[in-house]
């Protein structure tokens, strides 16, 4: 007597196999790790560089960046790595967000990359004041103009690369992920919800940056961005610890 086998259990099953639930690994699982690590490293590489950078972007930084020539060296290199990781997150998201809005998850990237770019130029201009710097010392400190205003141009250059452009195109790249995971659930509501409030913020602080409303590094600024900077180390270690939304997953469109 034959068996027929039940279409309902079929049609269940199908969606289960796409996404690797009869393999040892959901394919999902890559990425959400992948973009976990990443957020992790853009993020404190790029706090650290902070303090490390601190002589050459400070007020003395004619003086103060060949005196510490080690220090300036270190930062240098974390900006950098945070510059090549700050892309990589929208590229290993984009797998699985192009299921649910391919335009919005490709613009991701795109602005990402943007911002990466931005960041090291960034870092470019900071290696080119470090030299002038040691040109000025070496010159024992004239009281000529000419060292200040050139290292006052590239110092303005730095804050427009890192503090503007970067934050704008920052902010447009996470956007566009958070609009996605806010319309496909992959992550909790409140956690996409978190994340578009904190990027429109960190645009806020790029505007009042382009009017002198804020300066630089002041303490407004550090307001505007610590949501997001939060947000997205809690983002990290939930797709760390959590993944995707499987629910989400197996309702794609």
């Keep these: 007597m034959a068996v027929t086998e039940d279409p309902s259990a079929v ?8 996404l690797g639930a009869g393999a040892s690994v959901d394919p999902t699982r ?5 973009a976990g690590v990443l957020l992790i490293v853009a993020t404190v590489a790029s706090l650290l560089s902070g303090p490390f950078l601190a002589p050459v972007i400070g007020s003395d930084y004619l003086n103060a960046a060949t005196a510490h020539h080690g220090q300036v060296a270190t930062g240098v290199v974390l900006g950098f790595i945070a510059a090549l990781a700050s892309p990589g997150i929208a590229i290993a998201l984009y797998p699985v967000l192009r299921r649910f809005g391919e335009g919005l998850a490709l613009g991701s990237v795109g602005f990402r990359i943007i911002e990466g770019v931005f960041s090291a130029l960034g870092i470019v201009v900071l290696l080119s004041l470090s030299t002038l710097s040691a040109e000025f010392v070496d010159a024992g400190a004239p009281a000529d103009q000419h060292f200040k205003t050139l290292g006052a141009t590239m110092l303005a250059q730095y804050h427009g690369l890192v503090d503007v452009g970067l934050l704008l195109a920052f902010s447009l790249g996470s956007l566009l992920y958070y609009l996605v995971f806010y319309r496909s659930k992959l992550i909790p509501t409140w956690l996409s919800a978190w994340g578009i409030a904190g990027t429109v913020l960190l ?34 270690v939930w797709l760390l610890a959590k993944g995707f939304n499987r629910s989400a997953l197996l309702h794609r469109p």
Excluded: T, Y
């Design 11 to 18: 049609i269940h099953e199908e969606p289960d196999r796409a």
């Design 30 to 34: 890559k990425n959400a790790v992948a």
């Design 203 to 236: 645009m806020v602080a790029a505007g009042l940056l382009i009017f002198d409303v804020i300066a630089p590094l002041s303490a407004a600024q550090v307001a505007l961005a610590a949501p997001i900077a939060l947000q997205e180390m809690v983002l990290a």
